[in-house]
């Protein structure tokens, strides 16, 4: 398990939650935090907040705070607002899954490789920013990397399940 490092600053910023998933290559959730568990409705909830931003009627939505740090083997390690951030890539990904299907690849591409993956540059292998904890990781990196059919998700646990109702 990373340690975090002991003299670390503390400092505050407000940024875009895009610039934050842009700008970090991998972003991981420590083996301590709880497991996702967002039901349908906080994500229906965090739809109802978000989704005047997509039509247009307004220009930004707070999140919440998001706390990181930075480990001694120089990971970032989501502390909290996991739940969010999780969520967030969900959604981002069930957007751009959207785009693919309606043939629009670049702009599809647009969000898969700033902020939801990022590609080896040898092999082209797309491994997801945001690591989940354990219990959820494998599911999780498997929408991400849009990997995941209606016959797979029919064999998911209960638990997998809250992870795709994105």
Not at 66 to 91: M, N, W
Not at 133 to 143: L, P, S, T
């Amino acid at each position: 398990m990373s340690q975090p490092t002991p003299t670390a600053p503390i400092s505050a910023q407000q940024r875009p939650i895009g610039r934050i998933l842009a700008e970090w290559a991998k972003l991981r959730v420590p083996t301590y935090q709880r497991d996702y568990s967002w039901t349908a409705i906080q994500i229906n909830e965090f739809w109802e907040d978000i989704a005047p931003i997509l039509d247009g009627s307004r220009d930004s939505y707070f999140l919440g705070p998001l706390v990181f740090i930075k480990t001694t083997e120089g990971e970032i390690e989501v502390v909290d607002g996991q739940q969010r951030l999780a969520c967030a890539s969900l959604l981002l990904a069930a957007i751009r899954d959207t785009l693919k299907e309606a043939n629009e690849i670049d702009r599809s591409n647009l969000i898969d490789q700033p902020f939801l993956c990022r590609r080896d540059f040898r092999s082209l292998d797309a491994s997801p920013k945001l690591i989940m904890n354990e219990n959820d990781n494998a599911i999780y990196a498997r929408i991400i990397q849009s990997s995941v059919n209606l016959e797979e998700m029919r064999k998911f646990t209960q638990d997998q399940k809250s992870l795709l109702s994105h």
